[in-house]
């Protein structure tokens, strides 16, 4: 029965009408709706009965989800490369910063307006051939010493 057509129901006289309208669900409890005024377009809280406060709804609307997505992708592929590549021994900190300089390689890609694969606003096949192919450059990415300093001896101050 399509939604926007009510049955039609048989009195015991014989005529036929229209069923009512039936009632609408009752309130769910749960978290506040959020609301935009129609004249003012501000957000209001129908379960706090006015404005909301600026504090972190406001905050998190200046984030795109673009970045939020690109640094998991940048976090994940990191990984990944750590992990699968055919390197020897290195540390986690130099693959990380040539796969941020790889995506921020393919974020320039993208905004020249070459040709891409995008998930969301995050530009994904020329960041992953612009990190891939700097991975070997990771080995020259300066790190601080490894050796501990030589303590001084007790009777020297």
Avoid: H, K
Wanted: some cysteine; overall charge positive.
């Amino acid at each position: 029965m399509p939604l926007n057509r009510r049955p039609i129901v048989f009195t015991s006289s014989g005529a036929s009408r229209r069923a009512p309208r039936p009632e609408p669900p009752p309130a769910r409890f749960g978290p506040p709706q959020l609301l935009l005024g129609a004249t003012t377009g501000r957000r209001t809280c129908d379960a706090c009965g006015g404005r909301i406060e600026s504090g972190r709804q406001s905050t998190l609307s200046f984030i795109p989800p673009g970045l939020i997505v690109a640094v998991l992708l940048v976090l994940i592929v990191s990984q990944l490369f750590f992990a699968l590549l055919p390197y020897r021994r290195r540390a986690y900190i130099p693959v990380l910063v040539m796969t941020v300089l790889g995506f921020g390689l393919g974020q320039a890609w993208d905004f020249l307006g070459l040709p891409s694969l995008r998930l969301g606003q995050a530009n994904v096949i020329p960041a992953l051939i612009f990190a891939l192919l700097l991975q070997p450059l990771a080995r020259f990415v300066p790190r601080p010493g490894s050796e501990p300093e030589e303590p001084r001896p007790s009777n020297q101050a």
